[in-house]
């Protein structure tokens, strides 16, 4: 398990961090989770690679707005609130910005943190904070988990860790910025987890084309 810190933790009236309340929640729905638990820890004792399993982070430097995504606040003043509008979810009190119906239909599937903030405002450190979850190593959660769980699909050779650009998208889209030290940071970690960008050519990239003579 990933512990993701930034040290702004908010605390209750007696003084608890919203993460040691869910903390105390999850040791108190333990025995009912025991045999997953046991099966997740037998899984990770193995040498089994497991499949058909991806986290991706889509990091929006200077995206729209959490107003205009997921938290549209139509009830607060029009200062506030979204400018164009909302759209129910499945889930009671839960409404997403009016461009995000397709999101909206499977909000039961998804875990909504409308409360995440932090007290930086350079957008560097920020990106860096943000992509880092503030832990001790500086690297981002791509690398750390390369780090973990090996550099390269041990069956296909397949990066763990990639990121994607504008321009690996397609020549239309070259033009477009293209920054990845924001949320590539190895920190203090070793070169060979940091990212895979097929963007930016080389042996990797060459490797991987198909070449029929």
């Known amino acids: 398990m990933f512990t993701l810190l930034t040290g702004g933790a908010a605390r209750d009236c007696d003084g608890r961090t919203r993460r040691e309340f869910l903390r105390v929640g999850a040791l108190g729905l333990g025995g009912l989770a ?3 638990l046991l099966a997740a820890k037998s899984l990770g004792a193995s040498n089994r690679v497991v499949r058909d399993k991806s986290v991706v982070l889509l990091f929006l430097q200077g995206g729209p707005t959490h107003i205009e995504t997921f938290d549209p606040k139509m009830t607060a003043p029009a200062e506030y609130r979204a400018m164009f509008g909302e759209v129910a979810t499945a889930l009671p009190g839960v409404t997403f910005g009016s461009h995000f119906s397709g999101l909206a239909a499977r909000a039961e599937q998804l ?3 409308r409360s995440f903030s ?9 990106s860096e904070l943000v992509a880092s979850g503030g832990n001790s190593t500086k ?3 791509g690398t750390i988990y390369a780090r973990i769980a090996g550099a390269t699909n041990p069956a296909s050779g397949i990066p763990m860790n990639t990121v994607l650009t504008p321009p690996a998208a397609g020549d239309k889209y070259k033009g477009l910025g293209a920054q990845t030290d924001r949320v590539t940071s190895i920190g203090s970690l070793s070169k060979a987890y940091k990212a895979f960008d097929p963007s930016s050519g080389g042996a990797i990239l060459d490797n991987m084309q198909l070449r029929v003579e």
């Open 139 to 141: 690297a981002t959660m």
């Open 111 to 113: 875990a909504i943190v």
């Open 34 to 36: 025991l045999p997953h």
């Open 118 to 126: 932090h007290g930086n405002s350079s957008h560097q450190p920020a």
